[in-house]
C-alpha cells in the first residue's frame, strides 16, 4: 500500500516525517495523513515524492517492485546516511562508489 511504502522510504532515508513534510513543501499534519491513509496527495506532490525518495511512481502506486527501483551506486551517492554515526562527505561516497562497482565488475568476470 501507498501508505506502507512512503513510511518505509522515509524511514530508509533516515527522515522524520516533519523533515520530509519541509522538503516536500508541505505540511507535517498533510503528510502524517499520507501515512496513515488518511488522505492521498495530489499528482504534484506524488511527483516529488517520487523524486525525493528516487522510485517510480508506479512504485508508489503498488505498479512496480522496489527491487526493480533502488540503485545501490544512486543511493551511496546521494541518499541519506551514515557510516559510524557520521556522514559521509563526497570523497567518501565517491569511494564507496568505486568499491561497490568494483565488486560488481569483479563479480561479472
Known amino acids: 500500500m ?37 488522505r492521498e496527495p495530489h499528482f504534484r506532490t ?26 545501490l551506486n544512486q543511493f551511496i551517492r546521494h541518499g541519506n546516511y551514515s557510516i559510524q554515526s557520521n556522514s559521509p562527505t563526497a570523497a567518501d561516497r565517491a569511494m564507496l562508489d568505486e568499491v561497490v562497482s568494483a565488486i560488481y565488475r569483479k563479480r561479472q568476470d
Not at 516533519?18 to 488518511?38: D, F, S, V
Not at 506524488?46 to 540503485?71: G, P, T
Open 46 to 71: 506524488l511527483k516529488n515524492i517520487s523524486a525525493l525518495f528516487n522510485v517510480s511512481i508506479d512504485y508508489l502506486l503498488d505498479n512496480d517492485s522496489i527491487l526493480d527501483r533502488i540503485d
Open 2 to 38: 501507498f501508505k506502507d511504502k512512503l513510511r518505509f522510504l522515509r524511514e530508509y532515508q533516515k527522515l522524520s516525517q516533519r523533515e520530509t513534510a519541509h522538503i516536500l513543501g508541505i505540511g507535517q499534519a498533510t503528510y502524517n495523513r499520507y501515512e496513515t491513509g488518511q
